[in-house]
């Protein structure tokens, strides 16, 4: 076991993490470039919850230590930064949304944001949700086999788009836009030098023209509700421009675009993949399909779904539960120290990048049995109530946890139980879908399924 490369600056330390071993100058990154969820699950299984890694001259921690994460994201949270390398990546499609701004810019934006999701305002989202599953599911044909991940890229889309800006959007370019943008984050993110954005590789080009797409978007509808106005409006875009902080400042429509661009992409793109990972397990599991399927049936015979009737699915909703357990769309989260800490008896300085990531906790047998087992009857006993508290945190923990954690839950659980209702899902794969981790967890490959309508 090596003892970890050095944490610069570190000085009275009682020790420092253990850590793998790396190449002079580069360190640890061609290992994590080539298999980022392999590295970090290699970190725990051999070195332990706290482990030291250095990329290519930034040093770093693996975290997955209950206490420590606690520690980092929520009793000592104010020694820690979002502004990670990572996520200086996404400061040209983020701006300052919530995601990446900090200290009292993020305090007012969240503070603005906030009653566009309070329990009062769901409810005006659902028949849309509902609207939007069933109309989809009726296009579909009885035998139709296609790749779930699009069609449900498709699918939350227009979704986001009606509870969003209560419009219909063409999709046009958008998911293409999203495609390029995350490729270009992860070869920026793995590769050991930053280059500029002014080199004309087509690379840089295709992400900077997909910003180009998706800001073109947002600044239209902002311009046009401007123009139409929004009082009585019940869509998030309409919340947010009413919004007001107490001294009766709304956003600009710089906090506007920022925020719309990352509650459209962060949304869209995590409903997505929470319902192509389940399309991937259900078609594998096709008697837990069947037992969503006479849940809903029960609940709501012959009516759309209600969000009363959300939490009488507690099967639906263990599905999805279990799915992002499986597959968390964050599958890792960052933190930068900007002061010295303390975790585990290792004396930290400023200046760290910490990685948390849910894919290792999710996955850890001390917290699961059969942790790599779908199983969403764990959701359902008394097994639950054992789990530490961040032993689950699909929408990560502490004052920064996921503004639309409870918006995405609804959304998640009825989508896919207006889906299961109505028909069965097979997949029809011939290897395993290997997770491809970028700024989220992607199905590599798609996920290739059969749909049998139920009669």
Not at 7 to 30: D, E, F, V, Y
Not at 311 to 331: D, G, H, I, K, Y
Not at 336 to 350: K, L
Request: proline share 7%; glycine share 8%; charged share 25%.
């Amino acid at each position: 076991m090596s003892s970890g490369p050095a944490i610069a600056g570190a000085k009275g330390a009682l020790k420092r993490p253990p850590g793998p071993s790396g190449l002079p100058i580069l360190g640890n990154i061609l290992d994590f470039g080539r298999d980022q969820l392999g590295f970090f699950t290699r970190c725990q299984h051999e070195f332990g919850d706290i482990v030291a890694a250095n990329f290519a001259g930034w040093p770093a921690l693996a975290v997955t230590d209950m206490a420590a994460v606690e520690t980092i994201l929520v009793s000592e949270h104010q020694c820690f930064t979002k502004n990670t390398f990572v996520w200086r990546q996404t400061k040209a499609l983020f701006g300052d949304g919530l995601l990446t701004s900090e200290g009292e810019a993020w305090r007012r934006q969240r503070k603005l944001a906030a009653p566009a999701f309070a329990g009062a305002q769901l409810t005006s989202y659902v028949p849309s949700i509902v609207r939007i599953a069933e109309a989809t599911v009726a296009c579909w044909q009885d035998g139709d086999t296609f790749d779930a991940h699009p069609r449900m890229m498709a699918l939350s889309f227009d979704v986001a788009a009606r509870t969003l800006f209560d419009a219909d959007i063409e999709n046009a370019g958008i998911d293409r836009a999203l495609e390029d943008i995350l490729r270009e984050m992860e070869s920026r993110i793995t590769r050991p030098v930053l280059l500029p954005d002014w080199l004309p590789l087509p690379g840089h080009l295709r992400y900077l023209r997909g910003i180009r797409k998706i800001e073109g978007l947002i600044r239209g509808l902002i311009d046009t509700r401007r123009l139409s106005g929004f009082d009585g409006r019940r869509d998030v875009l309409s919340r947010l421009m009413a919004a007001r902080n107490t001294d009766d400042r709304g956003m600009s429509d710089d906090r506007l675009r920022d925020e719309v661009i990352t509650l459209l992409l962060a949304g869209h793109e995590t409903t997505a993949l929470v319902l192509s990972w389940a399309f991937y397990l259900l078609g594998q599991h096709p008697s837990v399909a069947d037992r969503v399927a006479d849940e809903v049936r029960a609940v709501a015979p012959n009516r759309p779904l209600e969000l009363a009737d959300v939490e009488l699915l507690s099967l639906t909703e263990a599905v999805v539960t279990e799915t992002m357990r499986l597959f968390p769309p964050a599958w890792v989260i960052g933190r930068e120290s900007v002061q010295p800490f303390r975790i585990g008896g290792y004396d930290i300085p400023a200046g760290v990048t910490i990685f948390i990531s849910p894919w290792v906790i999710h996955r850890d047998p001390r917290h699961y049995d059969h942790p790599e087992d779908f199983l969403p009857d764990r959701w359902l006993d008394h097994r639950r109530h054992r789990l530490p508290r961040f032993a689950y945190m699909p929408f990560g923990g502490g004052p920064r946890i996921c503004i639309g954690q409870r918006f995405a839950m609804i959304e998640a659980v009825l989508l896919l139980a207006t889906i299961l209702r109505q028909v069965h899902i097979d997949w029809i794969g011939n290897c395993p879908i290997v997770p491809q981790p970028t700024i989220t967890l992607r199905p590599r490959g798609g996920v290739p399924v059969r749909i049998t309508k139920r009669r």
